[in-house]
């Protein structure tokens, strides 16, 4: 096409030494997963030799959302509701907002809530799985605890897959010092899942803890991310490897190590909310209940506007909530592992006829 273009001279030449000039990136999905690229848009596009996070961010946002808005009916609304967004306004969060919907509807048969009805899929448990009623009691004590524990585990599980990315997206940018000293790569990745099974197994009471498990597993792996810069320097065939001032070393990399146990412990804490958000759900909608049972008390009508009008507040409140606290968990909690977000868009040149030029 250049070449018919009277005045242009052009050369082609090989691109394998080209990633170092940052060649722009066009983001290619499947269905599904397309709507979501706009969030990583947001945060930043992935360089041409970096890892895609679209996919992973379409699965963790979409089951999040519906574990934190688990109800049939508000579900299936913000799905409608969603819908008419695209259509009408073409906007891709409606697209967003059409599986975050659905997700939400499917979390809900598991939870039993229907606009906040917590008894209305009873029938449903009985013909399929012979169960009274619905099998996850939210508002109960024992399992308030279920949902927390479970809530962390979770959260435990994003952030392991966080740091394989890291490790893969590291060692695919050559990056040696982060793919294994860093503390979301091979060394971090050790100390962390060391440090949550020693967690689990207190917790069943299983004791497999011992001086080779704390020497190995936990304390190497720390003084392996202590010595990060010297052992990249190492890995990586540079002239000067070791600090100049060891005092000043030891202490601004001590401080370093302290903030990243911090870090571990909070991020993981962090997954806490998609329990309390679920939590929160059940118990907005209980006080709805109690409202509309004071003021409706002997008028039907009463109670049923009451209801209405709960539901309709709990859908926008709530969903805005739920939609900003995934975002942050995966901003904060997932891409800061992995995701550097520095890509440039891919905007072809676009050559066009113009009659006016002779």
């Not at 209305?120 to 109960?140: A, G, Q, S, T, W």
């Not at 030891?250 to 991020?267: D, G, R």
């Not at 509309?292 to 805005?320: D, K, M, Q, R, T």
Request: proline share 4%; net charge neutral; with cysteine.
């Amino acid at each position: 096409k250049l070449s018919e273009v009277y005045g242009i001279e052009y050369s082609v030449e090989k691109a394998d030494n080209e990633i170092k000039h940052s060649p722009p990136v066009k983001l290619k999905n499947n269905k599904f997963s397309r709507p979501f690229e706009m969030f990583v848009d947001m945060y930043g596009l992935p360089s041409y030799n970096e890892i895609d996070p679209t996919v992973l961010v379409s699965i963790v946002y979409t089951v999040l959302f519906g574990i934190m808005f688990g109800d049939v009916g508000q579900g299936i609304i913000l799905s409608i509701a969603g819908a008419i967004m695209y259509k009408l306004k073409g906007m891709m969060l409606g697209k967003i907002l059409i599986r975050c919907g659905i997700s939400a509807a499917l979390f809900g048969v598991l939870f039993g809530s229907v606009f906040g009805f917590e008894h209305l899929l009873d029938p449903f448990y009985r013909m399929l799985f012979n169960l009274e009623e619905k099998p996850i009691k939210v508002m109960e004590p024992n399992t308030v605890m279920l949902i927390m524990l479970a809530s962390i585990g979770l959260g435990v599980i994003i952030i392991t897959v966080s740091m394989i990315l890291n490790i893969y997206s590291s060692f695919k940018r050559k990056d040696y010092e982060s793919a294994m000293f860093g503390q979301n790569g091979l060394a971090g990745l050790i100390f962390y899942s060391s440090v949550v099974a020693m967690a689990v197994c207190v917790l069943l009471n299983i004791n497999i803890v011992n001086n080779f498990y704390i020497i190995i597993l936990i304390v190497l792996p720390l003084l392996i991310i202590f010595f990060k810069e010297p052992l990249g320097a190492i890995v990586s065939k540079k002239t000067h490897v070791w600090p100049e001032k060891w005092g000043e070393f030891i202490l601004q990399n001590f401080f370093e190590v302290f903030e990243i146990l911090l870090s571990y412990l909070t991020n993981t804490m962090s997954f806490l909310r998609v329990g309390a958000y679920d939590l929160g759900h059940a118990g907005m909608m209980f006080a709805v209940f109690t409202m509309a049972e004071v003021f409706g008390e002997g008028s039907p009508f009463v109670y049923g506007l009451v209801i209405l009008i709960g539901n309709i507040f709990v859908i926008v409140l709530e969903g805005l909530l739920v939609n900003i606290q995934v975002l942050r968990l995966n901003f904060y909690e997932m891409f800061s592992r992995f995701f550097e977000g520095q890509g440039k868009a891919f905007s072809p040149v676009i050559l066009r006829e113009d009659s006016k030029i002779n």
